[in-house]
């Protein structure tokens, strides 16, 4: 945490659900996701701070999406809706969405799912998370 209104989300938080497989490099871990599409592959609990913010946060995702389809989202501490999701293909640049004050009490995790369809694996390698109160 940079400052009280600037987070990064440790990227070793990640809890591996669906991974088909990983690629461990010095610099980067390659996710190879479940051919399942919807399938969760990470899910990344959200810190207290977070949680204690009472003004929109804008969540900014950087991933290079090697194969297939991401989709980088919040979802809600009941699993039963995403309150935002983006999709991100190859070459995309870093995505972002902003969760509303008054949804942030809702929040839950954040979730990287294998969007592509076919049953196809997407892969990628995530750079960094980060949330930042406006």
């Known amino acids: 945490m940079t400052n009280e209104k600037f987070w990064k989300i440790p990227l070793w938080l990640g809890v591996h659900q669906h991974i088909n497989r990983i690629v461990r490099e010095p610099d980067k871990n390659i996710c190879t996701s479940s051919k399942v599409q919807g399938s969760y592959s990470l899910v990344y609990k959200i810190p207290g701070p977070i949680k204690a913010c009472r003004s929109d946060l804008t969540v900014t995702f950087d ?62 390698v995530v750079r960094s998370i980060s949330a930042e109160a406006a």
Request: proline letters at 3%; glycine letters at 10%.
């Open 63 to 124: 991933a290079d999406v090697l194969s297939g389809v991401i989709g980088f989202g919040a979802i809600q501490s009941d699993g039963s809706s995403f309150l935002a999701e983006t999709a991100c293909e190859a070459g995309a640049q870093p995505a972002a969405f902003t969760i509303q004050a008054d949804d942030i009490a809702k929040l839950a995790n954040l979730v990287i799912r294998n969007l592509a369809s076919g049953d196809s694996p997407s892969e990628f």
